[in-house]
């Protein structure tokens, strides 16, 4: 019986250890509380609204307050104290072509962000290479006809200065190649939202944008190079118009900021969520 005894012993010390570990667990999700704010890339946003819908799921006591002004806006934000997380199309911590570093901050990389060019659904263009896109956002070519289309007039949309979409773009689709303003043809845009509507409205029009909000019959992307805007395309190395996607934080991230960076982070969202919104995984890339 004395075995008995200590067998039963050993069962409710087994099972209060166990009632711990979960009512610590629960603990802990509850204990995360506070707001978050998120500034700056129109190109994450997408991915920054589902990854808040998901984290205020699971911790309630967490508010996430997202918005997008384009990329520099992000890591300006957190130089101010105004945002918690700057979101930007490239890694602010150090110096790009066109803007400074931010000294202190540092870059979380959330994922990877495919680029392609856009033309409205009238054109009759289905690939352009770098030296006609050059030619296009130089104003050195200004009809279809002289790139295989129509006879028509290029209406060329670009997006504002600080905009990391136009960053990339410029540096990867454009070689490097100058955006010159026109007086007449040319619009410029401040997310990509706008940039979708823009070139879905105005017939012979050319822009950019990133595959999560490429939809519908109104614009349609063209290769580069010959070569697909996929993501698929992107992993095997044959694209090349692509960039991570950081949130940057003002010093290493701590408490909820951490917390939310890392659930962006975890294979579960970058597996899920992220590829359904035509993101790639970290991971994916070599």
Not at 261 to 270: C, N
Request: contains cysteine.
């Amino acid at each position: 019986m004395k075995w008995l005894k200590t067998l039963s012993l050993a069962a409710v010390a087994s099972a209060f250890l166990l009632s711990a570990t979960i009512s610590g667990t629960v603990g802990a999700k509850d204990e995360l509380k506070g707001k978050i704010t998120v500034n700056g890339s129109t190109a994450l946003l997408p991915l920054t609204l589902q990854a808040a819908k998901e984290f205020q799921k699971l911790h309630p006591k967490v508010k996430i307050a997202a918005s997008g002004k384009g990329s520099v806006t992000g890591p300006q934000a957190v130089k101010k104290g105004i945002a918690d997380i700057g979101a930007c199309d490239w890694d602010a911590s150090t110096d790009v072509p066109g803007f400074k570093k931010f000294d202190g901050q540092v870059a979380n990389k959330v994922a990877v962000i495919p680029f392609a060019t856009i033309v409205n659904k009238s054109v009759k263009v289905d690939s352009l290479t770098t030296e006609q896109l050059k030619g296009i956002y130089s104003g050195k070519i200004t009809n279809w006809k002289d790139v295989g289309g129509e006879d028509k007039d290029i209406v060329v949309i670009t997006r504002s200065f600080g905009s990391g979409t136009r960053v990339n773009y410029q540096a990867k689709a454009l070689g490097g190649g100058d955006i010159v303003k026109k007086e007449k043809n040319y619009k410029e845009v401040g997310s990509s939202g706008d940039m979708k509507t823009a070139v879905a409205t105005t017939p012979n029009s050319i822009g950019y944008i990133d595959l999560t909000y490429i939809s519908g019959d109104d614009i349609k992307a063209v290769k580069h190079n010959g070569v697909e805007a996929t993501v698929d395309n992107v992993i095997n190395g044959k694209y090349k118009i692509w960039s991570y996607g950081y949130f940057m934080t003002k010093g290493e991230p701590t408490g909820e900021t951490k917390a939310f960076i890392e659930y962006i982070q975890s294979k579960k969202f970058q597996e899920g969520s992220l590829k359904k919104l035509k993101f790639i995984p970290i991971s994916a890339m070599k």
